[in-house]
């Protein structure tokens, strides 16, 4: 796998894991009542759909291997461009139930020690 491809993957991971972080024993309801955490979620699902579509033009092959890659992509493009219509619902329900899998294809890549690609 190129570098390139190598690093992207490596921004998913650590995005993936601070949302695990900020969200970590906290309620919907909890969410819902904090913007700075909200905005925090909301950051790191940017991060991820951008480097996913960088990667998806610079080594399409790895990028097929992560599910739904394409609606993680489009997610990322409702939180920049249609900010004021963004559901909490919908991006807690992808913190809880999509996160993981991405988590996991991406783990799968790259493998489970952190890599030093900086």
């Known amino acids: 796998m190129r570098l390139e491809s190598l690093k992207l993957l490596e921004d998913i ?13 906290v309620s919907f309801e909890d969410y819902c ?6 905005s925090g979620v909301e950051r ?9 579509g960088r990667l998806a033009r610079a080594d399409p092959e790895t990028v097929e ?9 489009s997610f990322r493009n409702i939180l920049i461009h249609s900010y004021d219509v963004v559901d ?8 809880q139930g999509n996160l993981p899998r991405l988590m996991q294809d991406v783990s799968a ?7 030093s690609l900086s």
Not at 33 to 38: N, P, Y
Not at 44 to 52: M, P, R, S, T
Not at 88 to 95: E, G, L, M, S
Request: proline residues 2%; glycine residues 10%; hydrophobic residues 50%.
């Open 33 to 38: 009542g904090d913007a700075l955490l909200r």
């Open 65 to 73: 291997m992560i599910h739904s890659f394409q609606r993680i992509v």
């Open 13 to 25: 991971r650590q995005a993936g894991s601070l949302i695990r972080q900020f969200v970590s024993g």
């Open 44 to 52: 790191q699902f940017e991060i991820i759909g951008e480097a996913l």
């Open 88 to 95: 909490d619902a919908v991006v807690w329900d992808v913190t």
């Open 109 to 115: 890549l790259i493998g489970d020690n952190p890599s």
